[in-house]
């Protein structure tokens, strides 16, 4: 059986596919899949479905492996699974990325990534042989395990929050919101690959421990990250975000403010009406809630929906930003209680605080 290397990425693609993460999609998409999505944000037969799930390889790999009936996947010089290769193509890397992220600028980290990826894509189901044991995944969930302990819980409904920040109390606020609205919360940091000057997964990981350890009734919050890439596609991710926690379990899902935005490549609310496209299809709620902000004048956490001072009194009104905060604590700066809890950033900063490298 001829054999293909996973770099830490692909293998991460490959299990979560394995484990129904990604849903109805069980195998890297053929040539079919892969053109029906980038150009329609549907599967062949129909089913929303926004990104494609690829595994990308050099020209002399491609024709190594076209024709095989099936292929061992080496991950760190193991057997971790099998893939059954039904087509090995091509596209136009610009094109795509146009589809995919609304540009093809290089300083788009989705674009930037995808293109520096091998220029052809193998397609095919996958076989999962055995897991493998990276120093995140004792702090990772699998879909059958998360439906396991809402049952045990008793909870009907559940809402799901994506986040790759360290908390601050903008997203608090809303994960307060939706603790409002249904039985459970479930917090599912995604900590897959990301590009230099993001929260380290140690760190977000020990800053939500903090903030539901110490705020949050503990019986009502569950916490586990999401390893998978970060896409950095913002409406479409969006999407795509809501799918996968369907595939947890969680009834319901939060999209915010420039949901999976990066830089100004996308509007404020862009998510929030991509995913009206599908309303009904998904198979999950959506709460699409405003992004809240710190107001002076109200002292407190709100949004435009509930506070009328960001345009009667802008200058009491002091947005909340992950890109922000995160510069703040980069250049040494402590931000201010009422956007970031202190307990949070002590938390953070007894572990690496950023990504220091992009990984493959």
């Given at each position: 059986?001829?054999?293909?290397?996973?770099?830490?990425?692909?293998?991460?693609?490959?299990?979560?596919?394995?484990?129904?993460a990604f849903a109805p999609v069980a195998g890297f998409m053929n040539e079919d899949a892969f053109r029906a999505v980038t150009k329609t944000m549907r599967l062949p037969g129909g089913a929303p479905f926004p990104l494609p799930i690829v595994l990308d390889v050099d020209a002399e790999t491609a024709a190594r492996i076209k024709g095989r009936p099936s292929v061992a996947l080496i991950f760190r010089g193991e057997q971790v699974g099998v893939l059954r290769p039904e087509s090995v193509f091509g596209c136009d890397k610009d094109e795509t990325c146009q589809a995919l992220f609304g540009t093809r600028s290089p300083d788009h980290p989705g674009v930037r990534f995808f293109k520096s990826g091998g220029?052809?894509?193998?397609?095919?189901?996958?076989?999962?042989t055995r897991r493998a044991v990276t120093d995140l995944t004792p702090h990772e969930l699998t879909p059958q395990?998360?439906?396991?302990?809402?049952?045990?819980?008793?909870?009907?409904?559940?809402?799901?929050?994506?986040?790759?920040?360290?908390?601050?109390?903008a997203h608090e606020y809303l994960q307060r919101v939706a603790l409002e609205v249904t039985d459970g919360l479930f917090i599912q940091p995604l900590v897959g690959r990301r590009k230099i000057g993001?929260?380290?997964?140690?760190?977000?990981?020990?800053?939500?421990?903090?903030?539901?350890?110490?705020?949050?009734?503990?019986?009502?919050?569950?916490?586990?990250?999401?390893?998978?890439?970060?896409?950095?596609?913002?409406?479409?991710?969006?999407v795509f975000h809501a799918i996968i926690r369907r595939n947890y379990g969680c009834t319901h899902f939060v999209v915010g403010r420039d949901h999976a935005g990066v830089g100004?490549?996308?509007?404020?609310?862009?998510?929030?009406?991509?995913t009206e496209r599908f309303d009904g299809e998904l198979g999950i709620t959506i709460l699409r809630l405003s992004g809240p902000f710190y107001c002076r004048a109200c002292d407190g956490i709100a949004t435009e929906r509930?506070?009328?001072?960001?345009?009667?009194?802008?200058?009491?009104?002091?947005h909340i930003a992950g890109t922000d905060m995160r510069a703040m604590l980069l250049g040494g700066m402590e931000p201010d209680r009422h956007l970031m809890r202190p307990e949070v950033i002590a938390a953070a900063r007894r572990v690496p605080l950023f990504v220091e490298r992009e990984d493959a």
């Open positions: 059986m001829s054999e293909l290397d996973l770099n830490l990425t692909q293998y991460l693609e490959f299990e979560k596919l394995a484990l129904g220029d052809r894509f193998v397609g095919g189901p996958v076989t999962l395990e998360t439906r396991a302990l809402f049952a045990s819980r008793g909870w009907k409904t559940i809402t799901g929050f994506q986040t790759r920040n360290v908390p601050h109390r993001d929260y380290a997964p140690q760190a977000i990981l020990a800053g939500y421990r903090a903030l539901v350890e110490g705020f949050f009734p503990k019986d009502r919050v569950i916490l586990g990250i999401l390893t998978t890439a970060m896409r950095y596609a913002g409406p479409r991710e969006a100004d490549y996308y509007g404020k609310y862009d998510a929030h009406r991509m509930s506070c009328s001072h960001e345009a009667s009194d802008p200058k009491s009104v002091v």
